[in-house]
Nanobody
């Protein structure tokens, strides 16, 4: 069992920046991948960015060039640096870790971008 705890969300004006963190209770070295998902009321949870254990990354088209996903294996932590934030980036951001055939989710952190 792996616990994931997100932090770093908040209220920011459009054009601002935030850095989200996802701290895992276990090593993140031997994983399939980790990533950030975003959910807004009435919509399905969508993938924002993912990173594999070898460092490969994928981004949603809507955040390419603005968001950067990274990991610090020594701290068992994943980050999402979000720059040039837009109101449409508002939502609850969830951290996900996939190891083997098991998905682990955090409780999420709220990001609100005001125009």
């Amino acid at each position: 069992q792996v616990q994931l705890v997100e932090s770093g969300g908040g209220l920011v004006q459009a054009g601002g920046s935030l850095r989200l963190s996802c701290a895992a209770s276990d090593s993140i070295v031997s994983i399939n991948y980790m990533g950030w998902w975003r959910q807004t009321p009435g919509k399905q949870r969508e993938s924002v960015a993912t990173i594999t254990s070898s460092g490969g990354t994928l981004y949603a088209d809507s955040v390419k060039g603005r968001f950067t996903i990274s990991t610090d294996n020594a701290k068992n932590t994943m980050y999402l640096q979000m720059n040039s934030l837009k109101p449409e980036d508002t939502g609850r951001y969830f951290c996900k870790l996939v190891r083997g055939f098991i998905d682990y989710w955090g409780q999420g952190t709220q990001v609100t971008v005001s125009s």
